[in-house]
């Protein structure tokens, strides 16, 4: 009995062996040809992903930054034409003004006396002119009739014209009386805005090369942005221009002042005549509406001045443009998905992107991030950007 024991024992032993056995074998089958398939997988080349922005030509208007100062269109130093004492002010300072409101007003009374004398010398000075005239005239009908002498004709015609030089002179100065009236009621010459009074009443003013400054004045309705404009940006803007253009009817300006993102609408005024050779600049001035006269002269302004027309454009955005030694590149997706190296020539900046002048057609995928991890010839797995805007054009 213990001998039958003994050898079911060793038979389950057996068993138990050949099973574990089998087991091992499934086993070790599985992992040599699992590792013969990753082996397979690892040799198998991997796609990167990629982003890529399928190109497209962008109507475009190119535009400018520039810096300046704002200066007024009229600026006018108010002095005294005529000598006399203040009598009156009639603004106060910083006032808005209209062409012709007075300002200042100079003692009248002695500019009104020499408008009454000066009419007065008028009157008599054409009533010596009226009776010279008569006696003119009668003495030339008594000449043919030998009445009178030739003497006495030649004194009477002389004394004619005479008379009618004085009343020429009369005139004259009476004329300059009513000016100097007018001069002492002293008037904006322009509509703007008044600077303080420097001088106040009860001050005698002259009038003359050392005459005092009374108050300036600058108009406001309108307003002048200067600012120097590159040579190269001077000449893409004017070949723009169709012959017989002006550049004041079609180039854009906008203006907006430091920490404030209100845009000013305005037109080019004019460009200068030369270059500065030194600077390599021309000087340019634009003008913008002023109404509620926010715009001051002297003010610091950015200036953005656009080009004469919009023209169908290719833009990339900068990060897809890499630099090798002093040529720029793009990798682009070809049909296979494979990475090509493309140069090109770059154009202006556009709101974070460039202008490509050439190496890229309509269609291209460009790849716009992660340049650095590619290299030519590489296989690529593309997705299309839905991040990527159009570059603004405003």
Known sequence: MASANKLATILN??????????????????????????????????????????????????WKNFSGRLTAVDYVEIRPQVTGLITEVKFVDGQQ????????????????????KAKADLVAARKRYTLADKEYKRSKNLINTKVISQRIYDE???????????????????????????????????????????????????????????????????????????????LNYIRELSPGQNAADVIP??????????????????????IDPASGTIRARAIFENPQGRLLPGMYAHIKVGSASEKQRILVNELAIGTDQNRKFVYIVNNENKTTYREVQLGDSVDGHRVIRSGLNTGDKVITRGLMRIRPNMLVEPKISTTEKTANNT
């Open 13 to 62: 032993i057996r068993n138990i062996i050949l099973v574990l056995g089998l087991i091992g074998s499934i086993v070790l089958f599985k992992i040599v040809f699992a590792d013969d398939s990753q082996e397979k997988e690892m040799a198998k080349p991997q796609a990167m992903p990629v982003e890529v922005t399928l190109i497209k030509s962008q109507n475009i208007r190119l």
């Open 97 to 116: 003004v209209t062409k012709g409101d007075v300002l200042y007003i100079i003692d009248p009374r002695p500019f009104i006396a020499a408008v009454e």
């Open 156 to 234: 009477r015609a002389n004394t004619r014209l005479v008379t009618e030089a004085e009343v020429k002179s009369a005139e004259a100065q009476l004329t300059e009386a009513e000016v100097n009236l007018d001069h002492a009621y002293i008037k904006a010459p322009v509509s703007g805005r008044l600077s303080r009074s420097e001088i106040t009443v009860g001050n005698l003013v002259a009038s003359g090369s050392e005459s005092p400054l009374l108050t300036t004045i600058v108009s406001s309705k309108n307003i002048y942005a200067d600012f120097e404009m590159d040579e190269q940006t001077y």
């Open 253 to 274: 300006v906008k203006l907006h002042l430091q920490n404030d993102k209100t845009m000013y609408p305005g037109k080019m005024h004019a460009f200068d005549n030369k």
